[in-house]
């Protein structure tokens, strides 16, 4: 059955398209794709399918992406707790895989909730640098947390915040900005059929007037010779070739650089912009050409020419010596040492923070750098996101226990566990919780009781 689409995007589209137009609207009889993104930084392809048993088929444009299929139901499975995947649209893992990010850099997703390419950017960078993740919601920017913290990224800065605010703060510092923009939708048509009843002829014009705000105070932070990606899941010309011809007239510094190419690419169309043939460097994903959903990208570069902006970075922290000899006194069982010049203490929490401008006062962030722990009365208890850096070889007090193991689920529910003599590591202590090696969380062992530790506000329902 032919799906009913609004009458003036189904002209436009004609237009847009012309003969390719049949093709495009067969498409939406086509299944939708599912698509996961594995964890390079806690496994591999082949320990996933072994592990899983997933039925999985790689994605030819990136990677670390994997078709799977919907009867795998991964995120069902003890492994998506262990944060070893991120579910994702296929078409959607496209701009985190042309975006060439290199561990030790500084990088900004400024629109990141719910995270898909927030984590796939902190998998790059593998520890160093640093991640400034935003997004404007509170609500989805608490979900972007927890996926980022899941996934056991380690240097990301989780900020609420409007892009000038950030960007009052933040000029010249990231090399690297992403910007998957708010916008019309019309890409998710078909995997996400209610996002038609929610367009408006309108709608277009409206997330283009965002989407150069957004823009502006993105290029703003960026320093020279650094790279910008855009993106947006819309097939609406002004929000594509449109906000980019106007952020290349805004901005002369900026300039259109290639973004390496697959088959199933088509180019961006000079005439649905201001006409310039640079446009052709953006990337269209079709529905009717790849197996995903509608994309836009386009991938722009600062010249090294432009002012270049000095700001101070915040110093090393100091701990006095007494917390200090608590926190040794834990990771001597722990292979994963925290940098300590850049562990901070705010009360009893500890936090390992990443390099950061030296005045941040007035933005609302979630959380700086991985929290640590707490200090109480001389002792230290590990946190949940703490254990998510880990494996079960990092730490000297581990349980290791199969996926089909149900004491999985209770652990994972918070229930009291009972371990068998031998089946951990020690005896007694803390103990990192894990499905094959992948770890979940802590727990408290005494007399063969595992008490949980897991962190309330992630516990499974049922």
């Known amino acids: 059955m032919r799906v009913e689409l609004p009458e003036s995007f189904e002209k436009r589209m004609q237009e847009m398209l012309g003969d390719e137009y049949e093709s495009y609207i067969e498409s939406y009889d086509n299944p939708r794709q599912y698509g996961l993104r594995i964890n390079p930084m806690k496994i591999t392809e082949e320990e996933l399918a072994e592990g899983s048993g997933f039925s999985l088929d790689p994605i030819p444009w990136t990677k670390t992406g994997y078709f799977y299929k919907e009867e795998d139901q991964p995120a069902r499975h003890p492994y998506y707790s262990a944060g070893l995947y991120y579910l994702q649209e296929p078409s959607a893992m496209t701009p985190a895989a042309r975006f060439p990010v290199e561990p030790g850099e500084r990088v900004l997703d400024l629109c990141a909730a719910p995270g898909g390419k927030a984590t796939a950017l902190g998998a790059a960078l593998q520890g160093k640098g640093v991640l400034a993740a935003n997004d404007i919601s509170n609500s989805r920017a608490k979900a972007l947390l927890k996926n980022l913290e899941v996934f056991g990224i380690s240097n990301a800065f989780v900020t609420n915040e409007v892009p000038q605010n950030l960007a009052e703060r933040f000029e010249g510092f990231f090399d690297k900005v992403l910007i998957d923009a708010p916008c019309s939708g019309e890409g998710m048509f078909r995997k996400d059929p209610a996002v038609i009843k929610t367009w408006e002829e309108e709608r277009p014009e409206y997330f283009a007037k965002l989407q150069k705000d957004i823009l502006k105070n993105g290029v703003r932070m960026l320093r020279p010779g650094g790279k910008l990606l855009y993106s947006t899941c819309t097939f609406a ?86 917390n ?139």
């Open 324 to 462: 200090k000899a608590v926190l040794e006194e834990f990771f001597r069982d722990c292979q994963w040492k925290p940098y300590w010049e850049r562990v901070q203490i705010k009360g009893e929490k500890v936090y390992l923070v990443p390099e950061l401008p030296e005045k941040l006062n007035g933005i609302h962030f979630l959380r700086n750098g991985l929290y640590l722990g707490d200090l109480k009365k001389n002792r230290f208890e590990p946190s949940q996101q703490l254990a998510m850096t880990l494996k079960a070889s990092d730490y000297a007090g581990s349980v290791s226990l199969s996926p089909e193991d149900e004491r999985i689920g209770r652990y994972l529910r918070g229930e009291t566990l009972l371990l068998e003599p031998g089946e951990a590591t020690r005896e007694k202590g803390w103990i990192l919780v894990c499905v094959d090696q992948y770890a979940l969380g802590w727990g408290k062992l005494v007399n063969g009781v595992l008490k949980n530790k897991y962190w309330s506000g992630w516990r499974l329902k049922s």
């Open 237 to 322: 010309p002004v929000e594509n070739e449109g906000s980019i011809s106007w952020i290349l007239e805004q901005c002369p510094e900026m300039e259109l650089i290639p973004i390496e190419g697959y088959e199933g690419f088509s180019e961006g169309n000079p005439a649905w912009g201001d006409g310039r043939e640079e446009l052709r460097r953006c990337v269209r994903i079709w529905p009717h050409k790849m197996k995903g959903e509608g994309h836009f990208l386009a991938l722009l570069k600062k010249s090294e020419d432009a002012p270049e902006t000095r700001i101070r970075l915040e110093p090393p922290t100091r701990m006095d010596k007494k």
